[in-house]
């Protein structure tokens, strides 16, 4: 159980292009999802925290106008990348929490999505 | 402030039991956990404390103190497989904010 998706898995685009990534909780339900970075060789960067049907909360730093995120079902979340520059290239992840974060619950990650803007 | 700290990097021999330690200083506190992950892949949840005391699953046990903002896990008969990187996280009152430690190295040799 506890499977999360994304997709695409590793994506290549041209600078200035917007970049779609899909998150999905396959097996329950996701009331919290977190987008993170991750650079070669670096710790996971936390970039938002969103709850299903309410805007996301971004961590410091993180411009959320760049970085478009949606979580419009319980089972989904979308993170887009907006006029992506070669800077943006990273390693993506998400993950989700079925709960509101008491006991056990634990983030489930997603298999990553690899950004390489030319 | 939040502040994590583990050591960078490890190297351990199979068959061995390595303890990679984990201290922390966040503003809040409602669980530690431990992930696992390997070269280009997402991390795995390994185990969770929240009480002090010991935590075993198989050959992974985790230790938290609270008092000391100190954990540790520990990884016995060590497999090639177990190298990776192991994250150390700390989760806050609220419960959505987990705040990442900069992950430990770990190299098993034959």
């Known amino acids: 159980g506890a499977v999360v998706s994304q997709h695409p898995s590793r994506v290549i685009c041209k600078s200035g292009t917007s970049v779609k990534i899909e998150c999905r909780s396959l097996d329950f339900q996701a009331t919290t999802m977190f987008w993170y970075r991750q650079f070669p060789k670096q710790s996971l960067m936390l970039m938002a925290t969103s709850n299903e049907g309410s805007k996301a909360t971004y961590e410091q730093g993180v411009e959320k106008d760049k970085f478009l995120i949606n979580h419009a079902s319980l089972t989904l979340s979308t993170l887009t990348v907006t006029s992506a520059h070669p800077e943006d290239s990273s390693f993506y992840i998400c993950?989700?929490?079925?709960?509101?974060?008491?006991?056990?619950?634990?983030?489930?990650f997603g298999p990553g999505t690899r950004l390489t803007v030319l | 402030g939040q502040n994590i700290d583990q050591p960078t990097e490890m190297t351990a021999t199979e068959g061995a039991i390595v303890q990679i330690n984990c201290t922390y200083q966040?503003?809040?506190?409602?669980?530690l956990f431990w992930y696992q992950q390997h070269a280009g892949e997402a991390p795995t949840f390994l185990s969770y404390n929240v009480l002090d005391g010991l935590e075993e699953k198989g050959r992974f046990s985790s230790f938290l103190s609270r008092s000391k903002g100190y954990s540790y896990l520990l990884l016995k008969e060590l497999q090639m497989k177990d190298s990776a990187s192991y994250l150390c996280?700390?989760?806050?009152?609220?419960?959505?904010?987990?705040?990442f430690g900069p992950g430990t190295r770990l190299s098993v040799l034959p």
């Open positions: 996280a700390v989760r806050d009152n609220y419960g959505q904010n987990f705040v």
């Open positions: 993950s989700a929490m079925e709960g509101m974060g008491s006991g056990t619950d634990t983030q489930y």
């Open positions: 966040t503003s809040g506190f409602n669980g």
